[in-house]
Nanobody, 117 residues
């Protein structure tokens, strides 16, 4: 499966963005999809994930209540709605896919999110 993330940009603190992850190549609905981010000078970190049927969603503590992950299998897309953005959310965001319980082995290119104070 091929993935392409989009929707990044520059916003002020308190603002919002919606990232999209478009998939192609295989039956997208079979894959668990996650969002990760890498802030300047830091290691990549997990942000959120969603199961194949949207039944299992999980977000990391630092974005809980602000970020929401969703998917539309008919459109082969996964979204990350990011509200109440903070400067510490500044990072390159990546979407990734895993088949079943496997590791995230498919990665898209990142999209840059910059949050200014």
């Amino acid at each position: 499966v091929q993935l392409q993330a989009s929707g990044g940009g520059s916003v002020q603190a308190g603002g919002y963005l919606r990232l999209s992850c478009a998939a192609s190549g295989r039956t997208f609905s079979n894959y668990v999809v996650g969002w990760f981010r890498r802030a300047p000078g830091k290691e990549r970190e997990f942000v959120a994930r969603i199961g194949w049927n949207s039944g299992r969603k999980f977000v990391t503590d630092s974005v809980m209540g602000r970020f929401t992950i969703s998917r539309d299998n008919a459109k082969n897309a996964v979204y990350l709605q990011m509200n109440s953005l903070k400067p510490e959310d500044t990072a390159v965001y990546y979407c990734a896919a895993a088949l079943g319980a496997g590791q995230f082995g498919y990665w898209g290119q990142g999209t840059l999110v910059t949050v200014s104070s």
